[in-house]
């Protein structure tokens, strides 16, 4: 089983900055790609970012040129840094793990708050 625990959520004021961290630990088969997707209240979940074992990222175009994913290979840690916050940025942000074995995990979620 695998766990992923995130942090660094809150609230912020628009154009301001929030960075997140997502852990996993337990039972990793083999990290094919980490990532970050939000769910806003009424809406589907989306894809934020995403970053593959090899380094290759992805952004949501909402969040191009704001948003940085990174990652840390050795702690299976995966970060999210969040610049130029907007209002519509306020989600919760939910960490993604996808194994080669095609197993997917997900955090808990975290709240990030963007006041106007």
């Known amino acids: 089983q695998v766990r992923l625990v995130e942090s660094g959520g809150g609230l912020v004021q628009a154009g301001g900055s929030l960075s997140l961290s997502c852990a996993a630990s337990?039972?990793?088969?083999?990290?094919?790609?980490m990532g970050w997707y939000r769910q806003a209240p009424g809406k589907q979940r989306e894809l934020v970012a995403s970053?593959?074992?090899?380094?290759?990222?992805n952004y949501a175009g909402s969040v191009k040129g704001r948003f940085t994913i990174s990652r840390d290979a050795a702690k299976n840690t995966v970060y999210l840094q969040m610049n130029s916050l907007k209002p519509e940025d306020t989600a919760v942000y939910y960490c993604?793990?996808?194994?080669?074995?095609?197993?997917?995990?997900w955090g808990q979620g975290i709240q990030v708050t963007v006041s106007s």
């Open positions: 337990g039972s990793i088969f083999s990290i094919n790609a």
């Open positions: 970053i593959t074992s090899n380094g290759n990222t």
């Open positions: 993604n793990l996808h194994e080669f074995n095609k197993r997917t995990s």
